[in-house]
C-alpha cells in the first residue's frame, strides 16, 4: 500500500481524523497487512467506544446538573467544576456516579458494554 495516496492530517482536518483512519484501514487489504489491519480495528473500536461514553458523560451532566431546575446557580457551578476537574484528571470514561441514580448507572453501563465490546 502506498501512504502517499492518504490525505494527511493538519489542524483543520483534525475532526476528520477517524474518517481518515477507516479509510487507511480499508485500503489495507494485503495478506501481509493483516496484524496492521487487526490493529487499527482495534484503535478504532476503543476510540469509538470512548468517544461513545464521552458523549453519554456530557448528556447526563447536562440533564442531571444543568436542566434541573431545583439546583441553584451556585449547586450547577459548583458540580460544573467538580466535574471539569475530575475530567482534567481523567477523560470522561468512567461516568457521573456520584450524580446519577444506580438504575441509571446499570442501564448505562450495559449500554456502554454493548456498545463498546472489544
Given at each position: 500500500?502506498?501512504?502517499r495516496?492518504i490525505?494527511?492530517?493538519?489542524?483543520?482536518?483534525?475532526h476528520?481524523?477517524?474518517?481518515?483512519l477507516?479509510?487507511?484501514?480499508?485500503k489495507?487489504?494485503?495478506?501481509?497487512d493483516?496484524?496492521?489491519?487487526?490493529?487499527i480495528?482495534?484503535?478504532?473500536?476503543?476510540?469509538?467506544?470512548?468517544?461513545f461514553?464521552?458523549?453519554l458523560?456530557?448528556?447526563?451532566?447536562?440533564?442531571?446538573?444543568?436542566?434541573?431546575?431545583?439546583k441553584?446557580?451556585?449547586?450547577?457551578?459548583?458540580e460544573?467544576?467538580?466535574?471539569?476537574?475530575?475530567?482534567e484528571?481523567?477523560p470522561?470514561?468512567?461516568?457521573?456516579?456520584?450524580l446519577?441514580?444506580?438504575?441509571?448507572?446499570?442501564?448505562?453501563q450495559?449500554?456502554?458494554?454493548?456498545?463498546?465490546?472489544?
Open positions: 500500500m502506498d501512504v495516496s490525505p494527511r492530517l493538519n489542524d483543520q482536518e483534525a476528520r481524523a477517524l474518517e481518515l477507516e479509510e487507511y484501514h480499508c489495507l487489504t494485503r495478506p501481509q493483516k496484524q496492521l489491519r487487526n490493529a480495528e482495534r484503535v478504532i473500536k476503543i476510540f469509538k467506544c470512548r468517544l461514553q464521552a458523549l458523560d456530557i448528556q447526563e451532566f447536562y440533564e442531571i446538573t444543568l436542566l434541573d431546575e431545583s441553584s446557580i451556585q449547586q450547577k457551578t459548583a460544573t467544576l467538580q466535574i471539569a476537574c475530575k475530567w484528571n481523567s470522561p470514561l468512567s461516568g457521573l456516579s456520584y446519577s441514580e444506580p438504575s441509571t448507572n446499570i442501564a448505562k450495559t449500554l456502554f458494554t454493548t456498545v463498546c465490546k472489544i
